[in-house]
């Protein structure tokens, strides 16, 4: 038997809801369909962890500054309709580290803070004697500034997803637990009934290259976050997240019982084995912190966590038709930092499908 539906989109990440939310909200008759509810803790991924960075930085790339920043306004939109806390607002902080026989870090967080003025979006440069004034456990050592953005925070991501799986629902979107895999134009759903529309939408994460091989350069990656078990908080509530791209690190206070997240920016070979039980937290990073966050140099990892996410060698997300198949579109290619922009990306994208725009060069599918 086959159904019909006005709009079917495949995925119940923060991507795929944030479309059928705003498709409902046009006025669409949605079914979402994923083989887990929302904010669900397995597969990890970026939907199902504790928490996501909302920071504007984004170097000499203003439109997804403009995105993250305009995205947080959707994201606190959220949270008055939801009736709860979603974004943290502690501030993000990015270092400037010092690299040997390297020069300051002119290109990355000098850029973001010549961006972010121009957009109007509130940030501050600061000096290393200032950091460790202002943020008590930060340590000014091989620091030569910082770009403080005070009005940027963290997600409750897990919590957020569920909220807006719930937004979505009462603008009458229907959730359909299953799994699902492209069956021609349709969707077939375990296997057993296919499933149609008058527009389909794919917003399958890590599993778009294997679902539709050869036709992206979207590849599925993975990071791991570490949670370490002290009470000496340095990046606790109250204090910034923070991002170090230098050294390729970045941290998010504690939000729970977890403890605080420290995650190194390094993809993760496809098919590399889980973290273990007792996980340990990498000689560099751990090198990291004895230097920047003394009071975390020797806490120990209470537990890790993998997050798979769909990346692209270029970092830009992607949309397109399906070549085959007018009505079907393929979204994703997160690349990691997909999470606090979904609302407005999902916004524009419907934008596109109802033909009110059209889709950038730097997004096509590709």
Known sequence: MTRSHSALVVGGGVFGLSIARE???RGRRVTLVDRQSP???????PSTAESRILRCSYGTRQWYSAMAHASARHWRDLEKEAG?????????????????????????????LAALRELGIPVEKLTPQSVARRFPGVADVDLDFAVYEPESGVLRAREAVRALAESAQRYGCRMLRGTARPDGAGVRIDDAETYTADVVVWTVGAALPDLFPGLTSARAAHQVSY?????????????????????GLYGVGALSARG??????????????????????????????????P????????TAETCAYAAMEDEEFLV?????????????????????????????????????????????LR
């Open 295 to 302: 009071a975390l140099a020797a806490a120990p990892v209470a």
């Open 320 to 364: 397109g038709r399906h070549p085959a198949h007018e009505h079907v579109w393929l979204v994703g290619g997160d690349s990691g930092h997909g999470f606090k922009n979904a609302p407005t990306w999902g916004k524009y994208v419907c934008d596109v499908m109802d033909g009110t725009t059209t889709v950038h060069s730097r997004w096509r």
């Open 23 to 25: 498709l409902a909200r």
């Open 227 to 247: 949670y370490l078990d002290s009470t000496a908080m340095p990046c606790a509530p109250g204090g910034p997240a923070w991002i170090d791209r230098r050294r």
């Open 260 to 293: 605080v997240k420290v995650v190194p920016d390094v993809e993760t070979p496809v098919g590399a084995p889980a973290p273990a039980a007792r996980p340990e937290l990498p000689a560099t990073a751990r090198s990291y912190l004895r230097g920047r966050f």
């Open 39 to 45: 904010g669900h803790a397995v597969p990890a991924g």
């Open 84 to 112: 709860r806390e979603l974004l943290v607002p502690c501030g993000v902080i990015g270092f400037a580290s010092r690299a040997p026989s390297e020069p300051a870090d002119a290109d990355g967080e000098l850029a973001s």
